[in-house]
């Protein structure tokens, strides 16, 4: 059985939002999980209550009586909301009473404390935060998404092994392929990072990397090397378009609603709004951390958290954490 | 009349597109400017051939022989093509022979051109291209969108005043809104250069700046301060960002071809093609010269060449080059 642990008072709707979505992963997904439900009982059971078909002997409550918030800045969090569903779940996860954990709480806690109490795989000097983008044909993982907002260039070489490594055990993409977010294709182009990150990259025989990429080859497959899998930039060029991206869903729909009404509400349109709703997505990988720790949007559907544990419980299935721990490990040597 | 030198050879289908650009200036705009085709002669003439109709009075040839390509080097263009359409374009320019130019050629030559022959204003440390993004209720500015991929804390700040002086003047939006690119609204969000430029833009009394804005808020306005009329950013997160906007409707198209292929053929559909289409969007000026060079994109159509042109026009008509200048000498006093 695979042992998951689950931030149940995390997400802006907590724990409402996280118990619903523990009910639709124990109900849709395959069963060799189980989930721990860390949080404060006395508003735990009442959302349970609220499920009857739920299959409680695959869920147990763990207490916690802390809340880590949104505006809780993110090291004072971990050192003083120790009986937080924060730091217990992870805690869990670190003595190994949890294989993996998910939250929907604060990510620049989620981040801090993840790496402090899971420390980090020998030979990655940062753990960053991956993000999936709703993309043609299937979605594509950046990264980082905004947790490191300044990267060196070394960096940016772990975030392609890091996100290289998930794809191909979460998501079975063989040999998945990596490019490098620019300005422009040419070996010279970008800023001194960059520049010095693409070197880097092209020297590295244990990735399929493509070369630099520029924005318009995201999320559209580039015109020479077809779809890439995973693209690698910094934080911040990573979170903004992030957002950049979660906002078209709105531009659309208020377009729509501008110009022709009558569409927005035609039943052809769903297959375009469901895919660029970021809430059908879910969780975005912490990697780089010894453990499978998923961090998902504050304002995630159940339908979001579900997906979280599926990707929790197939990082743990396939062993992508010791398939991390080999690669940076011979990289070292 | 306000005289537009034009780039007959600059763009992918020179001077094709250029000359039916300038057809579609001279009969759709009012008519107090006229026009100076640069280039090649006997390249330009069959294209004017080919529309009759055009007003001859209001356009001459001044020819150009060699022409810069799309693959030249910016400054050894500039040093070893001075016969091309660019150079001969921009002297026009510098010696007071046309009050502005516009071309669809190489960027980096057009840029580093201007920045050699018509020089700073005073004040300003770099040029920068800002460029449109299609955006709700109006289309925004981007600065800088690609030109300078490592910018300091006083560029962006300059590129603030650059951009909100041209839409006052140009686009006409009175007292224009200014945000900040970054990764949160927080004071303390954002690299170094980021965090420095917010407290620098915070302490202008004279941008009507808003703080710092999120990748959502660029072209949907933003929850709290309604739309915001310039985003200023380095040029490596413009880029991005602009080229991952212009492929969001190569994704749309995509989208609908594979899901509802009957959808993408209905005339409901173009009103949100075509303003999600960079083609009707014109040119980016570039800012900071003495002077009114537009860029196009090297795959403009006619219809993008005009509304350059008209952009070109209006900068002249309006002062703006007078007033980056007052606005920079009074910044510097």
Do not use: W
């Not at 960096?155 to 794809?167: D, I, K, P, R, S």
């Not at 609603?257 to 990988?285: H, I, Q, V, W």
């Not at 197939?314 to 992508?320: D, F, H, K």
């Amino acid at each position: 059985m695979i042992r998951v642990a689950l931030d149940a008072m995390g997400g802006d709707n907590a724990p409402a939002v996280e118990v619903e979505g523990a009910a639709l992963a124990l109900a849709e997904l395959a069963a060799d999980f189980s989930l721990l439900l860390v949080g404060r009982p006395e508003a735990i059971e009442p959302q349970l209550a609220a499920h009857p078909d739920i299959d409680r002997s695959r869920i147990s409550i763990v207490p916690a009586t802390e809340v880590v918030t949104m505006d809780d800045k993110p090291l004072q969090a971990i050192r003083q909301k120790r009986d937080s569903s924060l730091v217990v779940g992870l805690s869990l996860h670190h003595e190994g009473k949890a294989d993996a954990f998910v939250s929907a709480g604060n990510t620049g806690a989620t981040l801090a404390a993840a790496t402090v109490i899971l420390g980090l795989h020998e030979g990655v000097d940062r753990a960053t935060v991956a993000s999936f983008f709703p993309a043609l044909p299937e979605p594509i993982l950046v990264l980082d998404a905004g947790a490191n907002v300044d990267c060196s260039a070394r960096e940016l070489v772990n975030f392609a092994h890091l996100g290289a490594l998930y794809m191909r055990d979460v998501l079975h993409r063989e040999n998945p392929k990596v490019g490098l977010i620019n300005v422009g294709e040419e070996d010279e182009k970008g800023n001194k990072i960059a520049r010095e990150a693409h070197l880097l990259l092209r020297a590295e025989s244990r990735l399929n990397y493509v070369g630099n990429v520029e924005g318009r080859d995201i999320v559209v497959p580039h015109p020479e090397h077809g779809p890439i899998d995973v693209f690698v930039c910094d934080g911040f060029v990573g979170n903004v378009v992030l957002k950049f991206y979660e906002s078209m869903s709105t531009l659309v729909k208020a377009l729509l609603e501008r110009d022709t009404p009558e569409l927005l509400r035609s039943p052809d349109l769903r297959p375009l709004m469901k895919f660029l709703d970021y809430g059908e997505y879910g969780g975005a990988p912490l990697l780089g951390v010894r453990g499978v720790p998923i961090i998902c949007h504050g304002s995630s559907t159940a339908f979001a958290v579900k997906n979280a544990i599926r990707m929790a419980v197939e990082s743990v299935r396939t062993g992508l954490n010791a398939h991390i721990a080999a690669e940076f490990a011979q990289h070292d040597g």
